[in-house]
């Protein structure tokens, strides 16, 4: 087979190649493994090349997936049913597209390569070649960014093109281009992977392939990387073959052919391996076709009991017969240590994704029905094991293993005490209750994957030190101390480290008495005792809260109660319930009502317990108290990265003797704040606009003998905020009672009545996943001219402020007393386009973000609000060291010449107010504003073509009707557009709509 090469733009027609390419690849060796390949149609010498240039693949690459975008796969890719490919598209592929100002109906194809199997290593070592669609020319790339050091042949790469794709990039082609990571750059220098035993996939006449695709299996268990070997762990027809089909293989290639077929092949260390497979691939086909009868079967029921709409069953039910086609029409045989399956396709692959789109809400709801009975069943046999204990041993299992003087987290768990009532005999045979469970005597038992608690929706883990996790808890009761407490405590519950606790125990019955949880974050070893077995209520809200309880779902948690009954705890209910549920000796009754999924209304509140809660003793400073006045602003500490609750309760429990400011910003007193604590704090822009606020609010502050999180709390209650910890630091937001609580609220709309149905606009664009129709908890409802709501103060407010808005656009008095000028109809960038224009100087280099930030505001009387959870997230804070050179620059310049070196970028949030974070971040919070269009539309087919530009150009994946929450809709009243969007993709749109 021939394959043309792929010039720079930097060659001459009689220059030769790069050392590391070949003009042909005829001389290729033939592909080892045997897998199946694609016709090898000899392209005519000097053409553009059909398939990927696998000499733009880096050597050694163990991910590599090449597709054509104008099929619609880009929809489909960014909705993976598992984290095996989102990482890659999100921060390779989509941020080099964005980046470089592509637009994916430019592209014919898009190829993906990384030596890295680690996540977190993509982007320094992945590149991406961007074959160009006929008609575009890559030249118009080759001035963009600046030179860099970096050379691909005789061709210069150039690099820093955008913030949010700051590699380098080489145009190689009249319509190619290849960029990615320095590391990954550099090793195109010394060679692609022509020869690689994988190569044969890839060429041949790719034009008709819509996807292909290798994958290192091998690799990927080496990085701890998730494989699809637990994608069907909670579909009980498939789970056994589909395991022994992924348990060993080496690699994994997939081809989909246009709208024709798909291919797929695992290749196995031996012959047998793969024999074993073949026989379980054919069992699996016969496990799809009676899992997709119960399916569709389900899928009927549910549309005539009115729970699912016509056209999502629709979508859903073509999904189910298009699955159940494929693999009943599947050809699969052995090849050697091959197993190989082709299949047709019935649909393309657009239209797929389109029905993927469609249905992903029912899809949705089903895996989290199946996830709960799955979690259910593994806390049933955990709830079995601890009752054949008991009765085997005349007594209940104490908490941790071994010698009370030990510390509890040195010593066994629980759960290695019920080993032989989980079948494992053996294993607790071999354990030494009287050494610790991570000696050397007890280390090779510790060191075993325990199935029996593991969480089948979360799948298996390991901590850092490579020891299996649990997702279930032993339930101490309520309070720091509570595993500690004698049983006969008001706050003691089911589980204590030096206790164990019988059924005559329990004096508030065993059937209102939660015995085991389930825990989705901060998980330990299962053989350790500690924390990680054994877990108390410290911190509301419980169920998916700060604590770490959970089973994975967003709408609750399962529990088990003490008589082995297993039930589901929804994420309403009233944390005092919960409270109550997980103390043996409280005295309070708890009705059947809490156990309702939904409830219709408040469960009833049962008198309190005798004995509260103990507040968290915060640890004893280990170094003496400071003084601290705002001029002396401390050290910065170290970059803050990999934070978790625990170490920002740490940071914050730093005593101040004394700290007195008569009058300070309340922005400068949280930069100061975080500084000396070395905890991220962040003012939440909303709860400003919420409080009528800004960042430079003046506020008096003066603490004694007191910790920095104390004087957080003081700083936010002056505002009326509250500051809410987290894992990745402080956000200074709305009070609790103002987010969470539901009330009931009114406000006349009567003169907005008419064609429009405003509950259902309100719904669509005011935080719409707090809406009952959308999963939430808040109703609205339309009666005799008036909407009538049960929200939370935070939501109604947004609500109030959209009517406003809304009448505003139309020309309407306003109803309330909000401030006319809040409600003008300006985006955020219109409104800080004076700020962003404002000149500074600056000279900084290898300086503390903080510290350059602290002068662009002073020097611009800009507030620049720094979002410290975020950064922390991505591994970033304010101690990063940064340069800056500006003369007379405008603000909007000099952040991004400061930003974008960092991977950071900024976003107007007001007239002088402006918000540091991360794009990822930022991406991920939208927000509404109302367009003027300044031409009319007086044809419906103007109107639909420029709705459909926006929603081509614009955030495409993100709109609703592509499972998204971005909303569009055209008030022809008005003749504004309102809209629901990123920041990002509102100033495309401003761009559109003023062309």
């Not at 494929?326 to 393309?348: D, G």
């Not at 510390?407 to 019920?418: F, H």
């Not at 053996?426 to 030494?432: I, M, N, T, Y």
Request: with cysteine.
């Amino acid at each position: 087979m021939g394959m043309a090469f792929l010039r720079s733009a930097g060659h001459s027609e009689n220059e030769p190649p790069p050392a590391h390419a070949s003009a042909t690849d005829a001389s290729a060796p033939a592909d080892p493994s045997a897998v199946p390949v694609a016709s090898t149609n000899t392209a005519a010498a000097g053409a553009k090349t059909l398939g990927p240039d696998l000499r733009y693949v880096p050597p050694g690459a163990v991910v590599v997936a090449s597709f054509r975008p104008g099929v619609g796969l880009e929809e489909w890719i960014a909705r993976p049913p598992a984290d095996l490919w989102a990482d890659p598209w999100r921060d390779v592929c989509e941020a080099a597209v964005k980046g470089l100002g592509l637009k994916w109906d430019s592209i014919a194809r898009m190829t993906f390569a990384s030596t890295a199997a680690d996540a977190g290593s993509w982007p320094a070592r992945s590149v991406v070649l961007i074959e160009l669609a006929e008609g575009q020319n890559a030249a118009a790339l080759e001035s963009v960014g600046r030179p860099s050091p970096l050379r691909l042949g005789s061709t210069t790469c150039r690099e820093a093109v955008s913030a949010a794709w700051p590699h380098p990039m080489a145009v190689i082609g009249p319509q190619s281009l290849v960029t990615g990571g320095a590391e990954a750059m550099t090793l195109l220098s010394t060679g692609g992977s022509e020869s690689a035993p994988w190569a044969p996939w890839f060429r041949g006449d790719a034009a008709g392939k819509a996807v292909l695709a290798f994958l290192d299996l091998d690799a990927q268990r080496q990085a701890k990387r998730p494989t699809p070997q637990r994608l069907l762990d909670l579909w009980p027809e498939g789970k056994q073959p589909w395991h022994a089909l992924w348990d060993a293989p080496l690699e994994f290639y997939l081809a989909v052919e246009g709208a024709a077929r798909v291919r797929m092949a695992l290749r196995y260390a031996t012959e047998s391996e793969a024999e074993r497979a073949a026989a379980a691939a054919i069992e699996l086909q016969r496990a799809t076709e009676t899992a997709a009868a119960r399916l569709l079967a389900s899928i009927d029921q549910r549309v005539k009991d009115g729970a699912l709409k016509s056209d999502a069953a629709q979508a859903y039910t073509s999904l189910v017969e298009q699955a159940r086609r494929v693999a009943a029409e599947a050809q699969i045989e052995r090849r050697e240590t091959q197993v190989c399956a082709t299949a047709p396709l019935n649909a393309p692959p657009g239209a797929l994704a389109a029905a993927l789109g469609a249905a992903a809400e029912a899809m949705a709801d089903d895996h989290h029905a199946a996830a709960q009975q799955a979690d259910q069943k593994v806390l049933g046999a955990l709830s079995a094991a601890l009752a054949a204990y008991e009765k085997a041993e005349k007594t209940a299992v104490s908490g941790a293993l071994g010698g009370t003087l030990l510390p509890p987290e040195t010593r066994l768990s629980w759960l290695a005490g019920i080993l032989p009532q989980m079948g494992h005999a053996d294993w607790r045979s071999r354990l030494e209750p009287g050494l610790a469970w991570n000696s050397p005597h007890n280390k090779p038992i510790a060191a075993r994957e325990l199935p029996e608690a593991v969480n089948p929706l979360l799948g298996p883990g390991v901590t850092a030190a490579g020891f299996p996790v649990t997702h279930y808890v032993g339930l101490a009761g309520v309070g720091d101390d509570a595993a500690l407490l004698p049983k006969d405590s008001p706050r003691a519950g089911m589980f204590g480290y030096n206790r164990s606790t019988r059924i005559e125990d329990i004096r508030d019955g065993a059937s209102n008495t939660i015995a085991l949880v389930g825990v989705r974050e901060d998980l330990g070893p299962w053989a350790a005792g500690g924390r990680g077995t054994v877990r108390a209520l410290t911190q509301r809200p419980y169920v998916n809260g700060p604590d770490g309880f959970g089973s994975g779902l967003p709408h609750g948690m399962s529990v088990a109660m003490a008589d082995g009954s297993v039930r589901f705890l929804s994420a309403d209910v009233d944390p005092k319930i919960v409270e109550q549920l997980a103390t043996i000796n409280g005295g309070e009754p708890v009705t059947a009502e809490v156990w309702q999924p939904r409830p219709t209304k408040a469960p009833p509140m049962p008198a309190a317990a005798a004995e509260q809660p103990a507040a968290p003793t915060p640890p004893k400073p280990s170094e003496p108290v400071i003084e601290l006045q705002p001029d002396a602003v401390p050290r910065l500490p170290d970059a803050v990265s990999r934070l978790t609750r625990a170490v920002v309760d740490q940071r914050l429990s730093l005593r101040v003797e004394r700290l007195e400011w008569e009058q300070i910003s309340l922005l400068r007193a949280v930069e100061l704040l975080s500084q000396m604590s070395a905890a991220p704090i962040s003012l939440d822009p909303a709860a400003l606009e919420a409080r009528s606020l800004t960042p430079f609010e003046p506020i008096r502050l003066t603490v004694t003998k007191k910790t920095l999180g104390e004087a957080i709390d003081a700083a936010a209650e002056q505002c009326r905020l509250s500051a809410v910890r987290g894992d990745h630091g402080v956000w200074i937001t709305l009070p609790d009672d103002q987010r969470r609580v539901l009330r009931d609220w009114e406000h006349s709309v009567a003169d907005l009545t008419g064609a429009i149905d405003l509950p259902k606009l309100i719904e669509r664009f005011v935080a719409p996943e707090s809406w009952e129709k959308q999963g939430g908890r808040g109703t609205l409802r339309f009666d005799a001219g008036t909407l009538r709501a049960r929200q939370t103060a935070d939501v109604w407010r947004q609500t109030i402020v959209f009517v406003e808005r809304l009448r505003a656009a139309r020309g309407r008095p306003l109803k309330t007393d909000i401030d006319p000028q809040s409600l003008a109809l300006q985006t955020r960038r219109q409104r800080a386009a004076e700020a962003l224009q404002r000149p500074v100087t600056a000279n900084f280099r290898e300086t503390p973000l903080a510290e350059i930030v602290a002068y662009l505001e002073d020097a611009t009387q800009t507030a620049l609000l720094l979002d410290g959870p975020a950064l922390a997230e991505a591994g970033r804070g304010p101690a990063d060291l940064a340069s800056l050179a500006v003369a007379k620059a405008p603000l909007s310049d000099a952040l991004d010449a400061l930003l974008r070196p960092l991977g950071l970028a900024s976003v107007a949030i007001d007239a002088d107010v402006m918000q540091i974070s991360t794009p990822r971040a930022l991406a991920a919070r939208m927000h509404i504003e109302f367009y003027r269009v300044n031409r009319p539309l007086n044809r419906p087919d103007e109107l639909g073509q420029l709705l459909g530009r926006i929603k081509r150009e614009a955030a495409p994946t993100t709109w609703s009707e592509m499972g998204g929450t971005a909303a569009l809709y055209f008030d022809q009243p008005s003749g504004c557009f309102i809209v629901l969007q990123s920041a990002a993709a509102h100033a495309t749109i401003e761009r559109i709509l003023a062309e």
